[in-house]
C-alpha cells in the first residue's frame, strides 16, 4: 500500500489561556472568590489589593529593545496598570467589600473523625490498634458507614504503614468503634447501622424487641412496605405494628451527620446578587465581594522602568525584564478576568430578572414562566455554557428568600388551553397532592396523572413519575403507612 501525502486545511476554535481562566472563575461563587483572589495574589506578586489611583509616567516611554532577533517595543506598561470603571454601575461600585457583607460565622469545632478518635483514646488499645482503628475511622463516610471492604484496608495497613493484620482483627476493632457515640457508626449498611442503635435501646419493652426483630428478620419486608406479611410472620396487631415502625423510625439512617464540624453546619449562604423591590420596581447589585479592587504593583512596574533604563542589558537584566513583564501580564489579565466575570454575572442576572419579573415582584411560584439556558443565552449574546457556568452554584437574594439560580431554570409544557407553563408549576402540584393525600392509600403515578388531566395537564404517567423522581418522592408503595 502507497504512503500518500496531502494537505488540509481545517477551521478550528481553541480556548486562549485568559478565556479558560474567566470560564473557570465564572464557576466560583462569591463564598470562594475571596480565596481564589488571594491565592492569585500569593502566586503573583505583581498583583495587589487595592485602587491604583496614581498616573503613570511611564507610559509614554519607549520600552527598551532587550531581545535581539525580536521586536518586543510594542510593550506599554500603561497596558498593565489600567483600571477602568466597569461599564455598568451596581450599588456596591461605590462601597467596600466588608460593608453592609454578610457574614459567614465558623465554629473551630472537631471534625466527625477527630471526635470519635477522641472517644478511642479512652480504649485500652495497643499502639498498632489504635493506628488500624484510627484507619478504620478514616475510611467511614460523611454518614458514618464503613463502605470499603475489609480486605482492601487490610493490604492498605500493609501497604502504607507497614502493619500487617487480618480481616477478623479489623472485624474486632470494628466493633469497638461501632460501640462509639452516636450509635450506629461504623455500620456496613443500613440495616446493621439501624440494629446497633435499636440494640442499645432495648430494655425489656416489648415494642422496642419487636422493632428489634423486624430489623433482623424481616429488613426486606419492611423497606419494600409489605407490612401484611410482616403481621402474619409475627403474629402481632396492626397497632403493635405501628408502634414498633415507629420506634424504628426515631432511629438515625446517617449517624455520622450528629458528628460533622460545627464549622459546616454553622456556615451560611453567601448570596452572589441581591435584588430589591423599590414603589414597585427592581433593583439588581452585586454582591460587594464579586467587584474587588485590584491593581497591578507600582513596586513591579518601578523595577522594569529601572532594568529597562540601562545603557546596554546584560542576560541576567534581559531574564529579569522577561520574568517581569510575564508577571505584569499575568496580573492584568487576571484584573480583566474578574472585570468580565462581573460584566457576565451582572448581565445573565439582570436578563433572568427581566424574564421572570413578576415572580420577584410577587414572590408566586405559578409566575414562573418556562425558561430554559438558551432563552438567556441569547438575550445576553453569550454561549449557553457560560450561561450554565453562571447559574452553577450561584444564589440570589430575593424579597422571597435566597435561591439558587438553577431554581429559575424550568423547561414549557402546554395546557389544554394551549398556554406555555413551567413544569415547575406542575412540580409543585404534584409535591401539594403527595403532601395532602391519604397515607394508608396514597396516590400511584397513575392517579396523579389523572389529578393533572383534571386540572388541564395532559401529562403522560410516566412523564408524572420523571417528575416525581426528580422531586425525590418515592412511589406510591414506599410512601404508604399505617
Known sequence: MALKQSLSQKLEQRLSPQQIQLMKLLQVPTMELDARIKQEIEENPALEEGKDEVEDDFSNEQDTDFDEGGDDNDFDINDYISDDEPAYKTKTSNKGKDDDETS???????SFQERLKEQLHLRDLSEDDYMIAETLIGNLDDAGYLERDLEAIVDDLAFSQNIMTTEEELEKLLEIIQDLDPAGVGARNLQECLLLQINRRQNGDI????????????????????????????????????????????????PGGSLKSSSKSLEQVTPDFIITELDGKLELALHGRNAPDLKVSRSYEKMLRNISEGA????????AVTFVK?????????????????????????????????????GDETELKPMILKDIAEIVNLDISTISRVANSKYVQTPYGVKLLKYFFSESLSTDSGEEVSTRE?????????????????????????????????????????????????????????
Do not use: C
Open 426 to 482: 406542575v412540580k409543585s402540584i404534584l409535591s401539594d397532592a403527595v403532601k395532602n393525600e391519604e397515607k394508608r392509600k396514597p396516590l400511584t403515578d397513575e392517579k396523579l396523572a389523572k389529578l393533572l388531566k383534571e386540572k388541564g395537564y395532559n401529562i403522560a404517567r410516566r412523564t408524572v413519575a420523571k417528575y416525581r423522581e426528580q422531586l425525590n418522592i418515592p412511589v406510591a408503595r414506599l410512601r404508604k403507612e399505617l
Open 312 to 319: 546596554k542589558l546584560t542576560k541576567s537584566d534581559k531574564e
Open 104 to 110: 459567614i460565622p465558623l465554629s473551630s469545632g472537631s
Open 326 to 362: 510575564q508577571k505584569l501580564d499575568s496580573a492584568k489579565w487576571f484584573i480583566d478576568a474578574i472585570k468580565q466575570r462581573q460584566n457576565t454575572l451582572y448581565s445573565t442576572m439582570h436578563a433572568i430578572m427581566n424574564y421572570q419579573y413578576q415572580y420577584f415582584l410577587t
Open 207 to 254: 415494642t422496642r424487641y419487636t422493632a428489634k426483630k423486624i430489623l433482623e428478620d424481616h429488613f426486606e419486608e419492611f423497606t419494600k412496605k409489605h407490612y401484611n406479611k410482616i403481621l402474619k410472620k409475627l403474629e402481632i396487631s396492626d397497632d403493635d405494628l405501628k408502634a414498633a415502625i415507629d420506634e424504628i423510625i426515631r432511629l438515625n439512617p446517617k
